[in-house]
């Protein structure tokens, strides 16, 4: 007997751009030459990670870099900084249209929640209890 998966719930707009990034923890960085940013990754503990590096030589970190674009953004998934504002802020930097900015952010913060580099805080309103 298969249990039902359990849906993720579907936010609105205005939680999407309500939400505040926030890097994941255990991360170490440091800033490159060109202006940009290199990110240490260390790999998973997981007992079938350390069996296959019995086998076969895996490092025990993985490199990302950024550029300065890119670090741009990172300094700004602090926790503190919603999407809205990060848009606001990329729109007047770069002269940008809001529509253009958020595409932009939203995809790669996409990119960078899908490698498990950040998370999103989503303020959720609780239901009334009418609505139970």
């Not at 086998?55 to 890119?70: A, K, M, N, T």
Request: aromatic fraction near 6%; glycine fraction near 6%; include cysteine.
């Amino acid at each position: 007997m298969r249990l039902p998966l359990r849906r993720k719930p579907r936010l609105t707009p205005e939680q999407v751009l309500g939400s505040r990034p926030v890097r994941a923890t255990g991360i170490r960085t440091e800033p490159t030459e060109d202006g940009g940013l290199r990110i240490f990754i260390e790999r998973r503990s997981a007992w079938w990670v350390r069996l296959l590096t019995l086998v076969f030589p895996i490092p025990r970190e993985r490199q990302l870099e950024l550029d300065s674009v890119g670090k741009q953004v990172w300094d700004l998934c602090d926790g503190e900084h919603t999407l809205a504002d990060m848009t606001r802020a990329f729109q007047d930097r770069h002269k940008l249209t809001r529509t253009e900015a958020e595409w932009s952010l939203r995809t790669y913060l996409r990119d960078l929640g899908k490698r498990r580099l950040v998370g999103f805080a989503v303020s959720i309103p609780e239901k009334d209890e009418r609505n139970r």
